[in-house]
């Protein structure tokens, strides 16, 4: 699976935008951009998941890059419930003989009142 | 509701005494797995399973045996727990591989 970066951390006004990059310049044609989260010590929470179209969910939008080596998660609205460790992972879909999600140190995104 | 159930949430116990952890998902997915969480080091994946019966191991399952006897659970075995097993751990259940995968609360061990 494709290497991802994040920044480790990032601040967000309650209320406003949070745009979240991630980095898989090394990505293949047939691996899937995911973004999970983790709040304090839960379990990490799927939010979204693209292979190379914009998608946009209850939770979030996520804007892949044309060249498929970077993509952007977008909260639309912070609040102070969306402060976690966000994940992006990047690997194949429907790989029937391998199953694991490896995550990597993620970005602690901070929203402030 | 659609969820992973794992128990217990907190344990602490001594070294070398058996225990199980159990998880248990209600959403007939197929695949399952366990992961433990350290500081510094992140999530890391133990044992994973394709379907009853179809384990493997993951980047590090020494120290620990699971099963899958049914679909709904995949426990989680320590035969003989040190202090490095210390941990917090994760079951995740998905229909398939690359679908969206199913957390639970997590399990809080200590061992001392």
């Known amino acids: 699976d494709a290497k991802t970066t994040q920044p480790p951390s990032m601040d967000c006004a309650e209320g406003r935008a949070a745009n979240l990059p991630c980095n898989h310049s090394t990505i293949s044609g047939n691996e899937y951009v995911y973004w999970y989260r983790q709040i304090h010590s839960q379990g990490p929470q799927y939010i979204i998941h693209?292979?190379?179209n914009n998608e946009t969910n209850e939770m979030a939008s996520l804007i892949i890059t044309e060249d498929r080596k970077s993509s952007t998660l977008i909260l639309p609205h912070a609040t102070l419930r969306d402060t976690a460790v966000y994940y992006c992972?990047?690997?194949?879909?429907?790989?029937?003989?391998?199953?694991?999600?490896?995550f990597g140190a993620g970005t602690t995104v901070t929203v402030r009142a | 509701e659609a969820q992973v159930t794992q128990n217990p949430r907190y344990l602490i116990t001594v070294t070398g005494k058996k225990l199980t952890v159990t998880c248990s998902q209600n959403?007939?997915?197929?695949?399952m797995s366990w992961y433990r969480q350290d500081p510094g080091l992140g999530l890391r994946q133990i044992y994973y399973?394709?379907?009853?019966?179809?384990?493997d191991k993951g980047d590090v399952p020494e120290g620990y045996k699971v099963s899958r006897k049914e679909k709904r659970n995949f426990p989680l075995i320590l035969e003989s727990p040190s202090p490095n097993q210390t941990s917090l751990y994760f079951c995740a259940s998905s229909l398939k591989t690359g679908a969206e995968a199913f957390f639970g609360q997590g399990t809080r061990l200590t061992v001392v």
């Open positions: 959403m007939n997915h197929e695949y």
């Open positions: 992972i990047v690997r194949v879909a429907r790989r029937s003989n391998d199953y694991k999600l490896s």
């Open positions: 693209g292979l190379k």
């Open positions: 399973s394709m379907n009853v019966e179809v384990t």
